[in-house]
């Protein structure tokens, strides 16, 4: 493998080779011990696997049930109204209806992030406006001032992944709510929380109850990741019902497969050994946390997820490490250079048992310190690194120190949603995100949560948020006048002066055509119109 091992990365459209991909170079059948995909290693039980192989034969010979039948009993089991809920094949396959149906011309997201909520609208010609998370206050999500960038570029939709990937920075509940409500004018809010069942900051951080009583609010989950199953491709939406079936009505008939069905039918029987593993898998969080962080230079950022972000010593180079991890020891880690707002100099370790996490550690300590005592891969720039980290924002963080918004000097501000500044076909030399603070202590875990539980009693309609306990959330802006409505942005068009995907990955495009006026506020325009607890409008 070792000499094919540059190819298999520079040759996938994904961040890494698949596992299949992986097994075959191999040459042994075997693939390599996988600190990659962020996959619940504990479940499902080897007794769960058993059962499957015993019936595979019929899984894979039958059709599947209709989506409404499997998706009727996991809401039985979650607790959910049907009306509420659209499941997909995987949730990238939910993002792709979220971006065709609900993003019209602009979106805005903190990175480095999941890359389809980057690339998906992109790709179909929206305006990504991408707010950058500083690795000095440890990557963690300032909602106040997301608001404020928010409110600057004139987004109409927002996107917040808690907790985010990939480096598991978690937000509080409270805080959500009330961002949601701050956001109540937006065309659309989606709170992704495909990895919130690892947490354990709070005993109950979703807000999916909350997302069900406004009409702009979606919250993602997915079952691969914490199920242990990324090949079977199924995650699940929440939303009022009036978007919840809008998503629901564009997916085919049988979108999910006769595996995603047979294992939703298992979770009945398995929910106490569902529970175990996700306390298990917090432990060994803490654990991994705690050798990884014994190794000089390294740096271990907190996380809420199933998974660890780190920055190498200074002077490794992440594609180098990679390399060598996967050729020498067996190894496979996820190098973040390809992710926009992060570099190579940082990678994503999941959460593994410990006999694996301390093969891991040894194979880290013969990369990046051979046997001198020091970082033995190659600096940065000496012709082995081919790293694609988007020098368009990263120009932007050097050149705003992570504000967001680029000042012209001695000029005005930019208007709200004229785009962020062509990128230079060099990044300014000197420039990069600034030195990390001394990393958090990793949060002590609290009692783990009951499968399937979600809350019984009703949920209260939500309050208005006093101004002494609010964030300094900006106010939404008037409503533009019915002329100045524009038709939601022509497909391949980058929206109102914004950037292409070639643009923003430091490639050169056409100029944006003229013309494109801004959508107009849609949704809720204050407190005193959501519905309440019942399902009514309260009087304005």
């Not at 009306?83 to 396959?93: I, P």
């Not at 608001?147 to 937000?171: Q, S, Y």
């Not at 001695?410 to 709200?416: F, N, Q």
């Given at each position: 493998?070792a000499g094919n091992v540059t190819s298999l990365f520079r040759g996938t459209t994904a961040h890494s080779p698949s596992m299949a991909a992986l097994?075959?170079?191999?040459?042994?059948?075997?693939?390599?011990?996988?600190?990659?995909?962020?996959?619940?290693?504990?479940?499902?039980?080897?007794?769960?696997?058993?059962?499957?192989?015993?019936?595979?034969?019929?899984?894979?010979?039958?059709?599947?049930?209709?989506?409404?039948?499997?998706?009727?009993?996991?809401?039985?089991?979650?607790?959910?109204?049907?009306?509420?809920?659209?499941?997909?094949?995987?949730?990238?396959?939910?993002?792709?209806?979220?971006?065709?149906?609900?993003?019209?011309?602009?979106?805005?997201?903190?990175?480095?992030?999941?890359?389809?909520?980057?690339?998906?609208?992109?790709?179909?010609?929206?305006?990504?406006?991408?707010?950058?998370?500083?690795?000095?206050?440890?990557?963690?999500?300032?909602?106040?001032?997301?608001?404020?960038?928010?409110?600057?570029?004139?987004?109409?939709?927002?996107?917040?992944?808690?907790?985010?990937?990939?480096?598991?920075?978690?937000?509080?509940?409270?805080?959500?709510?009330?961002?949601?409500?701050?956001?109540?004018?937006?065309?659309?809010?989606?709170?992704?929380?495909?990895?919130?069942?690892?947490?354990?900051?709070?005993?109950?951080?979703?807000?999916?109850?909350?997302?069900?009583?406004?009409?702009?609010?979606?919250?993602?989950?997915?079952?691969?990741?914490?199920?242990?199953?990324?090949?079977?491709?199924?995650?699940?939406?929440?939303?009022?019902?009036?978007?919840?079936?809008?998503?629901?009505?564009?997916?085919?008939?049988?979108?999910?497969?006769?595996?995603?069905?047979?294992?939703?039918?298992?979770?009945?029987?398995?929910?106490?050994?569902?529970?175990?593993?996700?306390?298990?898998?917090?432990?060994?969080?803490?654990?991994?946390?705690?050798?990884?962080?014994?190794?000089?230079?390294?740096?271990?950022?907190?996380?809420?997820?199933?998974?660890?972000?780190?920055?190498?010593?200074?002077?490794?180079?992440?594609?180098?490490?990679?390399?060598?991890?996967?050729?020498?020891?067996?190894?496979?880690?996820?190098e973040c250079g390809n992710k926009i707002g992060s570099s190579s100099r940082f990678l994503r370790l999941v959460v593994r048992p410990q006999v694996?996490?301390?093969?891991?550690?040894?194979?880290?300590?013969?990369?990046?310190?051979?046997?001198?005592?020091?970082?033995?891969?190659?600096?940065?720039?000496?012709?082995?690194?081919?790293?694609?980290?988007?020098?368009?924002?990263?120009?932007?963080?050097?050149?705003?120190?992570?504000?967001?918004?680029?000042?012209?000097?001695?000029?005005?501000?930019?208007?709200?949603?004229?785009?962020?500044?062509?990128?230079?076909?060099?990044?300014?030399?000197?420039?990069?995100?600034?030195?990390?603070?001394?990393?958090?202590?990793?949060?002590?875990?609290?009692?783990?949560?009951?499968?399937?539980?979600?809350?019984?009693?009703?949920?209260?309609?939500?309050?208005?948020?006093?101004?002494?306990?609010?964030?300094?959330?900006?106010?939404?802006?008037?409503?533009?006048?019915?002329?100045?409505?524009?038709?939601?942005?022509?497909?391949?068009?980058?929206?109102?002066?914004?950037?292409?995907?070639?643009?923003?990955?430091?490639?050169?495009?056409?100029?944006?055509?003229?013309?494109?006026?801004?959508?107009?506020?849609?949704?809720?325009?204050?407190?005193?119109?959501?519905?309440?607890?019942?399902?009514?409008?309260?009087?304005?």
């Amino acid at each position: 493998m070792a000499g094919n091992v540059t190819s298999l990365f520079r040759g996938t459209t994904a961040h890494s080779p698949s596992m299949a991909a992986l097994t075959r170079e191999g040459g042994d059948g075997t693939g390599p011990v996988d600190f990659c995909v962020p996959c619940n290693p504990y479940f499902p039980t080897p007794a769960m696997f058993e059962e499957m192989a015993a019936r595979l034969r019929e899984i894979v010979t039958y059709y599947p049930s209709g989506a409404d039948t499997i998706t009727a009993e996991l809401c039985d089991l979650l607790r959910l109204p049907p009306s509420c809920v659209a499941m997909g094949n995987g949730s990238t396959e939910l993002i792709t209806w979220i971006d065709h149906l609900l993003v019209r011309e602009s979106l805005a997201v903190p990175v480095p992030t999941f890359g389809r909520w980057t690339d998906q609208p992109m790709e179909t010609g929206k305006r990504v406006d991408m707010f950058p998370l500083q690795e000095a206050s440890g990557f963690a999500l300032d909602l106040g001032r997301y608001a404020e960038f928010i409110r600057a570029r004139g987004t109409r939709v927002a996107v917040v992944c808690n907790p985010n990937n990939p480096d598991g920075g978690f937000l509080r509940k409270q805080q959500l709510v009330q961002f949601m409500d701050a956001m109540a004018d937006l065309d659309l809010v989606v709170i992704d929380e495909s990895f919130l069942e690892f947490a354990d900051a709070e005993t109950e951080p979703s807000v999916v109850q909350e997302a069900m009583l406004r009409p702009n609010v979606i919250v993602l989950r997915s079952l691969g990741k914490n199920f242990g199953l990324h090949g079977i491709r199924f995650g699940y939406l929440v939303a009022g019902p009036a978007l919840a079936g809008r998503v629901r009505s564009m997916l085919p008939r049988w979108n999910l497969n006769s595996f995603a069905e047979h294992v939703v039918f298992m979770l009945r029987e398995h929910g106490a050994e569902y529970a175990q593993s996700l306390t298990q898998v917090r432990r060994d969080r803490l654990e991994m946390a705690s050798h990884l962080s014994a190794l000089p230079g390294l740096t271990v950022y907190p996380s809420q997820g199933n998974f660890l972000f780190v920055r190498l010593p200074l002077g490794a180079e992440g594609t180098v490490v990679r390399d060598r991890m996967l050729t020498e020891h067996r190894i496979l880690v996820r190098e973040c250079g390809n992710k926009i707002g992060s570099s190579s100099r940082f990678l994503r370790l999941v959460v593994r048992p410990q006999v694996d996490v301390r093969r891991l550690v040894s194979g880290l300590e013969q990369v990046l310190y051979g046997s001198r005592g020091k970082a033995a891969v190659p600096e940065l720039g000496t012709g082995t690194s081919y790293s694609s980290g988007t020098a368009a924002v990263d120009r932007l963080v050097s050149e705003t120190n992570g504000a967001g918004l680029q000042l012209p000097t001695g000029g005005p501000a930019p208007a709200a949603g004229t785009g962020m500044p062509l990128p230079a076909a060099v990044a300014p030399a000197g420039g990069g995100m600034p030195m990390p603070a001394a990393p958090q202590p990793a949060p002590v875990p609290s009692a783990p949560q009951p499968a399937f539980v979600p809350p019984s009693a009703p949920v209260p309609a939500p309050a208005p948020v006093s101004a002494a306990v609010a964030p300094p959330f900006p106010a939404a802006p008037p409503a533009p006048p019915a002329s100045a409505a524009g038709a939601p942005t022509p497909p391949g068009v980058p929206a109102r002066g914004g950037l292409t995907a070639a643009q923003v990955r430091g490639m050169t495009a056409p100029a944006p055509p003229d013309g494109l006026t801004p959508a107009p506020a849609t949704g809720w325009p204050n407190a005193r119109s959501w519905p309440n607890a019942a399902g009514t409008v309260q009087a304005g």
